[in-house]
């Protein structure tokens, strides 16, 4: 235990995250809020995406199944239920982890460019099933009352509160990427990205690690889907499906540094604001993801370890500090 | 003297292809049996049965009396088998120390973090690669990813070790090097089974010998009996001369 009370990269990642994500709460404005509560959903998105992606070296590109889900899952409690948001978020959670674990032992047989597709499949089945669910709004998706907000001290209140929630969460993610980073358990995914038959042999059970490491990565996303419908106060399975945000995701783990912890934080809060700016910019708004694209294609080849990943290797003293 | 590993009429098949062909031995405590062969023999893939990587189709194989057979590699560890590849297989962007760690952390010892990186930090000064500690795995040279997958397989604290051609591709003095921690591996009460191509090496090491061909197993005895085994000769050796040489050398 005193190994992490010491750990200098534990304290500066939870305390990047916690400064920048208070900074809202200290100036009351609903805008820093807004333009904050994007850049956690998306710090936590890209963390709990790194377990798979950076730490077992499995691309997928359906880890916004689990936002998505999470989403409806939460939503449908909390708007036709009339659950809090607490519970409801967790029930969602706890659904989607279940969801991941069966779905990992299968598809996580898959390699590579295989597995990459699989989850891809995956993304739109579980659209196409809920776009023709009617019992949750099949195409047109659920909307909540307004008076469900009541029960938050009103909308403005709900608004803050989902946003104290969201910040919990990303705190609970990035410690989780930290924990799992430096656990045994952590050591054995990074054999496993490296040479998965090699792992095997020296002693992993990979296909058990695989499976976990796929769960945990689904905890937080499903929390934040509930969190930004409740928010939204509509859900439809355009937004909650979205394959472009789970491609997004991957381009933040690579901008900041796969497999590091402060990467996907550093990439996530970066990409976000450079998002921001070219949505809001006449001459760049319908090329936002054009630019994605070739921002991606560019860091895997001149800076394959992102941000954190070259200054771990060009200065070894800041390893230390930067996990 | 007990029996540690015993290869029970095992067969594996590809397809049409037969890599091994009814084979039985047995392995005894403390000793060093050379596994040789011509190229496609079907040795790394006798290898591949007893580790759990492939499942006989035909055969058991009991390790300290207990069927391992088509058991996953990862529980065949726990148990106290581990094996280094002919081709190396570092984990490129871990460090030296981070690769052996994984050896000890996911061995028959099951150790934690912190005990798995002592027993790595002794591992590595056994086989000489303490001061790479801190290196990445995939900038060592040949020799050292050599010793790196000895350390790292050592690192499980096996009974038996299967080594795969770990004598391939080094230079006159790192071989010496890697013979002299193969004998000290034996001191330390560690059976070997080893499959090496160097023949001088083989029979210099081994207590006993197996001769595979087509993947069946032709000769089996002291290194003096195998040389001079005729089968031996024709399938393997070619040249009695030279096999003879070879056993001279020897005494």
Known sequence: MMRYVRDPAL?????????????????R???TREDMFLILMFVTLASSLNIVLGYTGYVNFGHIVFFGLGGYIGFYLIAEKGWHVIPAALAASLGVVLFAAILGGIILRLRGAYFALATIGVNEAVRSFIVNWDAVGGAVGMEMNFSRYQDYGGPMNALWF?????????????????FVRTSKFGLGLLAIREDEDAALVLGIPAPKAKTIAFALSAIFPAIVGTLFFFKNGNIEPGDAFRLHMSVEGIVMIMLGGYGTVMGPVVGAATYERLRGFLL??????????????????????????GVVGWLRNRFPKVRRILA | MSVILEVDHVTKRFGGLV??????FQLYEGEILGLIGPNGAGKTTLFNCINGVYTPE????????????????????RMGIARTHQVVRPLNELSVLENVVVGACYGRENLSLEEGRRTAEEVLEFVGLADKRNVLAGKLNVAEKKRLEMARALAARPYLLLLDEVLAGLNPTEVARMLHV???????????????????AVMNLSDRIIVLDYGSKIAEGTPKEVANNPKVIEAYLGDPDLALSLVEERT
């Open chain 1, 162 to 178: 989902a946003y104290i929630l969201l910040l919990i969460v990303t705190l609970a993610s990035v410690l989780l990427s930290y």
């Open chain 1, 280 to 305: 809001t910019s006449p001459l760049f708004k319908n090329l936002q993801l054009a630019f994605a694209g070739v921002l991606l294609l560019l860091i895997i080849i001149f800076v394959p370890s």
């Open chain 2, 58 to 77: 035909e055969g058991r194989i009991l390790f300290k009396g207990q069927d391992i057979t088509g058991l996953p590699p990862y529980k065949v560890v």
């Open chain 1, 29 to 31: 404005s609903a805008t």
């Open chain 2, 182 to 200: 193969v004998r000290k591996i034996r001191e330390e009460g560690v059976t070997i089974l080893m499959i090496e191509h160097l023949m001088h």
């Open chain 1, 11 to 27: 304290w500066l990642t939870t305390l990047v995250v916690l400064v920048a994500g208070v900074w809202p709460l200290i100036t």
């Open chain 2, 19 to 24: 890599a091994v062909n009814n084979v039985s």
